[in-house]
């Protein structure tokens, strides 16, 4: 079964193919003899009823400074495409939004994954507050009197923005510290949406744990150690990567989001755990296969394509 498969992300050029999960992903499918198309976000077009993309065909190679070759553009109807990854980065802003709304035009014809109105309806930090007694004490709100409460009852607690990623805006504020009402003013200067404020959980100095869900099932994970003296553990501001398995309590989180997670179509998950608590829920781009390729001897890139052949077929069996 050979399939047509437009990867929408951010510019290949510029990918680290050391850890990148988009490219191991393109590389699984062109193994599989799968042909492969990419475009941006910007590249795509609601015409006359169509979604449509000036897309370029491309071949992927593990070659330092040479990972790719790439065809002359063409203008293609989005839904002769059998598979749409869409993976560009977050933020989560109105831009991806708008991508999400195009490219549910399409699916479930062509498979876009992850399901576009799914993602739509799961934002990273929101997701999460629908499953109870997974997460931390938690509130989501821009009211200063509020915030000051909940600094109250937990002392110890975590600011960051609502859509915010990659561990950008993320302020550790301990209890002697006096900058959090200047910190909620240039919050709101900045951001429109509420903050997320969390009870800091001191285990992330252990690490923060990202686990690999296909299809509902948990199928891999690693831990993120931070540097000494940072609270981000995300791997792009020094958190280092570390070898890992499922504690029990892992396991029953997984259990308690799976079923979700499939039923919405949310194939290829990333979820964050900190210590016994589920913190992120990332549906949008998530990464991290290639880390547990590595530790783990794997290659998750084909269990997801496994899954995603098997729903391709199941689809034109209708």
């Not at 070759?69 to 063409?74: M, S, W």
């Not at 099932?217 to 000494?228: F, H, L, S, T, Y």
């Not at 997984?254 to 990333?270: D, H, M, S, T, W």
Request: proline content about 6%; aromatic content about 6%.
């Amino acid at each position: 079964m050979s399939l047509a498969v437009a990867i929408q992300m951010d510019p290949i050029e510029s990918i680290d193919i050391k850890g990148d999960s988009s490219f191991v992903l393109g590389l699984e499918a062109q193994a599989r003899g799968h042909g492969l198309f990419h475009y941006g976000p910007q590249d795509m077009s609601f015409s006359q009823g169509r979604i449509v993309a000036n897309v370029r065909p491309i071949t992927l190679r593990r070659e330092p400074g040479n990972h790719f070759t790439a065809g002359t553009i063409e203008r293609v109807d989005l839904a002769t495409m059998d598979v749409v990854l869409m993976r560009q980065d977050p933020p989560f802003d109105m831009s991806y939004i708008t991508a999400t709304h195009l490219l549910e035009h399409i699916h479930p014809q062509t498979l876009v994954v992850n399901d576009p109105v799914s993602v739509r309806n799961a934002p990273e930090k929101l997701f999460v507050t629908h499953f109870d007694g997974i997460m931390p004490p938690t509130l989501i709100s821009s009211n200063l009197a509020e915030i000051k409460e909940f600094r109250s009852e937990f002392k110890d607690i975590i600011v960051k923005p609502l859509y915010g990623n990659g561990g950008a805006g993320v302020f550790h504020i301990k209890p002697e510290d006096e900058n959090l009402t200047a910190l909620c003013e240039m919050f709101t200067e900045f951001y429109r949406e509420p903050m997320i404020v969390q009870k800091y959980l001191p285990e992330v100095r252990v690490g923060d744990k990202r686990i690999i869900l296909v299809d509902g099932e948990p199928v891999g994970a690693i831990n993120r150690v931070p540097q000494a003296g940072e609270v981000r553990s995300n791997m792009h501001v020094g958190g280092k990567a570390v070898k890992s398995v499922l504690t029990t309590r892992e396991t029953e989180i997984c259990r308690a989001i799976g079923p979700a997670l499939k039923e919405q179509g949310l194939i290829f998950v990333g979820i964050d755990v900190i210590g016994d608590y589920l913190t992120e829920i990332n549906v949008t781009s998530p990464t991290g296969l290639q880390e547990i390729n590595r530790f783990d001897d794997v290659r998750l890139e084909a269990t997801i394509w496994d899954c995603l052949e098997e729903k391709v077929s199941n689809n034109s069996l209708r």
